[in-house]
């Protein structure tokens, strides 16, 4: 019945319903077909924002209320259903406006709206996820080789978000043909060979290494297969020089290919810089004789991934299709993905039966990535955390970016208004790709911004744990993202005298409220931002600091506590 | 927060640390500090600093440096697609023969062989490494990569004898990182080396190690994590104390004490735990650095928009406020620089291309051989500067740029250099500038050579002149070594 509910809603969605309608029908739905709405529930509101917090940019109060009203598997539901928020048609409005105004366009603008997106959007659960694909399949704004197509990154942004609970093998696809995939990974414009070159082989082998099937052989719990004692690698060289010839003849979607064909043409609009990339195959020219220039596409015979092999002659439709279903189909992706899912969302340390249960969740969903995050959200390894003893590696160190729309959201950060060119500003000023290290599609490689097997060294490294967001925790970047949760909390609050207008302002009524009641202020900070887990000692420094407060105002307490917490290593981590 | 307190727990927990890791060499890093004389046993004097220049992401290094004689350079050119023009050979990658004025800036000689084979240039954007070159102080090690033992291609069928997967970014950096193919870890020759040297540094609160350019397996030893810093420099924290703490009572002390509670205190949380250390770590040392780096000027105007250059600076001022505090006597820094990876653009890219890229590059390194000059810092003598890249790319072309390959050149350069030539014999099957023929019986059909010098040959001839000198030491971080013909080139 949730598949029938998912396809109804994307079908509503894809025609010209409101999204106001949309929810309404998925909630009558839901309740006709007789959900106990509380029977799954949260047995209190700390484990509701636990499981927010996993689950989305941050627990909001009234999100923990939907929850506990809802229920776990209600509220994925509704989230699953819920139509996504676009980036695109605002950035490209905003974008509009700033080129008529004669205002420079670059980044900032794609930033601001995924940052609004982040702390607003109602579809929390499918942002988020396409926040977590935008980690597996990257492309980045740090590449000169896109960074000036602002709308159509925002677009292909807006591509995840609208893929994140479709079938895997979809999102391959719509990914693999997404012009900005192909001129970040260079398989746009890619040829067949000529007499002294080959095809380019960049996308061929990162769509193995990093977006499907990765180095070598994985069992369902992602440990390593082995022959004669050691890992199998899941292909070589030879491989990666075969599966180039798939991936060439690409070019902009609206490149003329009559009557004076132009490989090297088209482009011109953000529709077609964001259109699915056309190949100039044999479905466009012929193989040979006259217009046979124009056939970019390589027809021979090529030995794929899994030993197999696509015929010589088809289309490059057909030998794009052939190859996408050979990879989607390896037994590695189902492990491959669902644990890098699995770090995004809840433990970077996950349990190889956790694994091999969401593993096995992709599979028998034929990869439906709406089940995958359900699965990784309701496994009982995700909702009960171990106790918490020394040597302790359950959880995750959250994610810079994470950390900062979830303050916004738990209390409840004001957006300024839009500026003269529509736009709303976040970031205060910043790109904060410098201070963060971590920003939505600002990965300094398509390796992310961490690697899934870091290792730091000390405890970790010697325990044979894994911490991947701790590759961008160091002596100058915790000093870099405390400076800014400090413009964003101490510098950016209502009520403050000449407040920014280039951030959001957060509301500190809730603590302010307890201004003269400090174990009562931390305790709401505790609830906020730490689903209840603040450890004693926080506790007691945040208390006996604001005790020591005592010439302060009720705000410069406030953004005190608030800073303080942000800045501690019990909100740096989830558990 | 007390940096002595902290320095005191970390020194207990590297003890610890060198206990279950095993062996005496271990141990000996933290001795100094216990006071024994025992670490004299390895002092080492005066200073001394290697500095990693990390091309990230592949960098063509067939074309930085090119035969210079007619019949070599059209081979070159041939398996290269013949040389690039933007309207006629859009998809040719090899650069031409030097003309004109460009002759004397461009061509070197081997001082190693003669005649024909003797003639190099180099890429047209290099022309200050060139004149380091010609001054003797740079040197080329040729067709270096990572190997298991040394072999050729009748050998490479054999897949033990195939270092793990070749040709993917991360896996074979991670093998340069290493400079061992035989067994992964999450440590590095430099963080190994700084395990050894450190003894001898004066302060034990700075590590060996210094990154300018974040996280890396490199410079990660068993008692040696890399101090990271930005190019920028140190930045105070806001509404802190800075340095911490501070004298009298302020709403900023109070939040400045809670702050160092938090993080001095011990979590369960091993994540926790962690980023409380490195935190922590990044308080001490911007008390311990913050003054003086201010004070800290260099005469030599580095160039700016140069991400690389911006990183050198750093680590110049570095060097002499190490050298003018007495820090240290030997450190590792790591800078790197991207965009390399160029698949698509390699000859046409405008401001991203590989021309450019060197550019950046000749252009930031040349600034730092000006800073360490007798008009500023003058430690020529007494620092190395060395290249290192996951892979060299394919000759053949894709039609706009060069894929993933395996063996490349890279170069040192300083006082203490032996340059002026170039070093292509390991001791093993193969040596000499390779044949670029994509026929050629040690390189694959696209034109990916076997290196016939192995990255363990190449870290430790740079690990020895550091002060890694022990015959034991060497064999624990180069366990490979021994299956080479060489364990110091002699470049250094």
Not at chain 2, 129 to 148: D, E, H, Q, S
Not at chain 2, 187 to 205: F, K, L, T, Y
Request: aromatic fraction near 10%.
């Amino acid at each position: 019945m949730n598949k029938l509910l998912r396809a109804l809603s994307g079908c509503v969605c894809a025609c010209v319903l409101g999204a106001g309608t949309l929810q309404a029908a998925v909630h009558d739905r839901i309740f006709r077909y007789g959900f106990d709405p509380a029977s799954d529930a949260p047995a209190n509101a700390n484990e509701a924002a636990r499981f927010l917090t996993q689950a989305t940019f941050g627990p909001t109060q009234a999100d923990i209320a939907r929850l506990m009203a809802l229920g776990y598997d209600a509220w994925i539901e509704e989230q699953l259903g819920k139509p996504a928020t676009l980036s695109q048609p605002t950035v490209e409005q905003v974008v509009n406006a700033r080129t008529a105004g004669g205002q420079n366009v670059g980044s900032m603008q794609r930033l601001q709206r995924w940052y609004w997106q982040a702390a607003y959007a109602p579809d929390q659960l499918r942002q988020r996820m396409a926040f977590a694909l935008s980690q597996i399949f990257v492309i980045s704004d740090q590449g000169s080789s896109i960074s000036q197509y602002v709308v159509p990154m925002a677009g292909y942004q807006d591509m995840l978000a609208r893929d994140a609970f479709k079938p895997y093998r979809t999102l391959l696809g719509d990914v693999t043909l997404h012009p900005m995939m192909g001129r970040y990974l260079s398989s746009f414009r890619n040829q067949k060979a000529g007499a002294s070159t080959s095809p380019d082989e960049n996308y061929a082998r990162e769509v193995m290494q990093l977006f499907s099937v990765g180095l070598i052989k994985r069992n369902m719990d992602f440990t390593p297969v082995l022959g004669g004692g050691v890992p199998i690698p899941t292909y070589d060289q030879t491989t990666i020089t075969q599966t180039a010839k798939v991936f060439t003849g690409f070019t902009w979607n609206d490149a003329p290919t009559s009557p004076s064909p132009n490989f090297y043409g088209g482009g011109q609009t953000f529709a077609a810089q964001s259109a699915p990339m056309a190949c100039w195959g044999t479905e466009l020219f012929p193989a040979t004789g006259t217009g046979s220039n124009n056939m970019r596409h390589d027809i021979s015979a090529k030995s794929v991934l899994a030993g197999l092999t696509i015929p010589a002659g088809q289309t490059c439709a057909q030998d794009v299709g052939d190859e996408l279903d050979i990879i989607a189909a390896h037994p590695n992706v189902a492990p491959f993905i669902s644990r890098q899912l699995i770090q995004r969302f809840v433990t970077s340390n996950p349990s190889p039966a956790y694994i091999e249960r969401v593993a096995t969740v992709f599979d028998t969903s034929y990869g439906d990535l709406g089940d995958v995050i359900k699965a990784i959200l309701l496994d009982n390894e995700a909702r009960q955390a171990p106790v918490l003893t020394a040597g302790d590696s359950y959880g995750k160190l959250r994610e810079p970016v994470l950390r900062l729309t979830a303050m916004w959201r738990a209390f409840d950060a004001q957006p300024p208004a839009p500026d003269a060119y529509g736009e709303v500003k976040m970031t205060a000023g910043s790109s904060l790709i410098g201070a963060l290290a971590q920003g939505p599609l600002q990965s300094p490689s398509v390796f992310n911004f961490y690697v899934p097997d870091y290792q730091p060294p000390g405890a970790l490294a010697d325990a044979g744990r894994y911490a991947p967001e701790l590759e961008i925790v160091s002596e100058s970047t915790t000093y870099s993202t405390g400076n800014t949760w400090y413009n964003f909390t101490a510098r950016a609050y209502l009520g403050m005298s000449n407040p920014p207008v280039d951030r959001p302002l957060v509301n500190l009524a809730a603590l302010t409220a307890n201004a003269t009641a400090p174990a009562a202020m931390v305790a709401t900070i505790n609830q906020r931002l730490l689903y209840g887990s603040m450890s004693p000692m926080l506790q007691a420094t945040l208390t006996g600091m604001l005790i020591n407060l005592n010439g302060a105002s009720a705000a410069e307490k406030a953004w005190s506590a608030l800073y303080l917490t942000m800045l501690s290593p019990d909100y740096a981590t989830q558990r | 927060m007390s940096q002595i307190r902290q320095t005191r727990r970390d020194f207990l927990r590297g003890l610890a640390a060198a206990a279950c890791c095993g062996g005496v060499p271990a141990l000996f890093p933290q001795l100094r500090m216990i006071g024994t004389a025992l670490a004299g046993t390895r002092a080492l004097t005066g200073y001394k600093a290697l500095v990693c220049v990390y091309l990230s992401g592949g960098n063509d290094s067939w074309n930085m440096l090119v035969p210079y004689d007619a019949a070599r350079h059209a081979v070159y050119a041939t398996s290269r697609g013949g040389v690039y023009n933007a309207s006629g050979n859009p998809g040719g990658l090899a650069l031409p023969l030097p003309t004109g004025s460009q002759i004397p800036l461009q061509t070197i000689v081997d001082a190693a062989t003669t005649g024909d084979v003797s003639q190099y240039f180099m890429h047209r954007s290099l022309e200050r490494l060139a004149a380091i070159y010609r001054a003797n102080k740079l040197a080329f090690a040729v067709n270096v990569g990572p190997l298991v033992r040394p072999i050729t291609m009748a050998d490479y069928a054999t897949s033990s004898n195939r270092p793990p997967q070749l040709f993917s970014h991360s896996d074979q950096e991670n093998l340069w990182h290493q400079a061992n193919t035989t067994a992964g870890s999450v440590r590095g020759w430099g963080g190994r080396s700084g395990d050894i040297v450190r003894s001898s540094n004066a302060n034990q609160d700075l590590s060996p190690c210094i990154s300018i350019a974040g996280a890396n397996r490199f410079e990660i030893g068993f008692n040696t994590v890399p101090y990271q810093m930005s190019s920028s420099g140190l930045t105070a924290l806001s509404g802190m104390c800075n340095p911490t703490p501070c004298s009298g009572v302020s709403a900023t002390s109070v939040r400045d004490n809670a702050l160092n509670a938090m993080l001095e205190a011990s979590y369960e949380s091993d994540l926790a735990g962690e980023y409380a250390k490195v935190f922590g770590r990044g308080r001490d040392l911007y008390n311990l650095l913050k003054a003086g780096l201010d004070a800290t000027t260099l005469a030599t105007t580095f160039p700016s928009g140069n991400t690389l250059a911006a990183q050198l600076q750093t680590v110049a001022k570095l060097i002499k406020l190490s050298r003018q505090q007495n820090y240290a006597a030997r450190q590792i820094y790591y800078v790197r620089y991207g965009g390399f990876d160029l698949h698509a653009g390699l000859m046409s890219g405008g401001n991203s291309d590989h021309a450019a890229l060197l550019a950046n590059v000749d252009a930031a390194l040349g600034a730092f051989w000006d800073a360490l000059g007798p008009g500023d810092i003058n430690s020529r003598n007494e620092v190395t500067v060395f290249s290192a890249s996951e892979f060299a790319r394919t000759l053949q072309s894709n039609g706009s740029g060069s894929d993933h390959g395996w063996g490349g050149v890279q170069f040192a350069f300083g006082g203490a250099v032996n340059g002026g030539r170039l070093y292509s014999d390991g001791g093993g099957p193969i040596s000499g500038f390779p044949n670029q023929s994509l026929t050629a019986p040690n390189n694959f059909s696209r034109g990916q050579m076997i290196p016939g010098i192995s990255v363990d040959q190449y870290a430790a001839t740079l690990a020895q002149w550091l002060g890694v000198t022990a015959p034991a030491d060497l064999a624990a971080i180069f366990p490979n070594l021994a299956q080479f013909g060489s364990s110091n080139l002699g470049f250094v």
